[in-house]
């Protein structure tokens, strides 16, 4: 069974920066492709980063580029968000999503969150002074 469990989220003041981490289990990350979606309040939820299926790359939305980094440790079976410069519009809740390649060997990633079908329970971001 495929579990992603969330943690690291917290208030942080604006220009400050947080982790999260999402721990998995039930499958293999080189099979699979990643993502990481935060929703606000009263907004869609949203694509914030994902990692493709087989050879890890990372793909990021045009208003975290160059603040956040998702990487992995496979050794672990954990995924993280190092997120930094944090801004108000930042503040969501985060969730960490996963969604089996269609072959193995596949660099299949997505951004679209109806393309996954496993997710997290979400971990609060909320960027305040």
């Known amino acids: 069974e495929v579990q992603l469990v969330e943690s690291g989220g917290g208030l942080v003041q604006p220009g400050g920066s947080l982790r999260l981490s999402c721990a998995a289990s039930?499958?293999?990350?080189?099979?699979?492709?990643i993502g990481w979606f935060r929703q606000a309040p009263g907004k869609e939820r949203e694509g914030v980063s994902c990692?493709?299926?087989?050879?890890?790359?990372?793909y990021y939305t045009d208003s975290v580029k160059g603040r956040f980094t998702m990487s992995s440790d496979n050794v672990k079976n954990t995924v993280f968000l190092q997120m930094s410069s944090l801004k108000p519009e930042d503040t969501a809740l985060y969730y960490c999503?996963?969604?089996?390649?269609?072959?193995?060997?596949?660099?299949?990633?997505?951004?679209?969150?109806?393309?996954?079908?496993?997710w997290g329970q979400g971990t609060q971001v909320t960027v305040s002074s």
């Open positions: 999503a996963a969604v089996k390649a269609p072959y193995r060997g596949s660099y299949y990633y997505s951004m679209n969150e109806w393309d996954y079908d496993h």
């Open positions: 039930g499958f293999t990350f080189a099979d699979y492709a």
């Open positions: 990692m493709s299926a087989t050879d890890g790359t990372t």
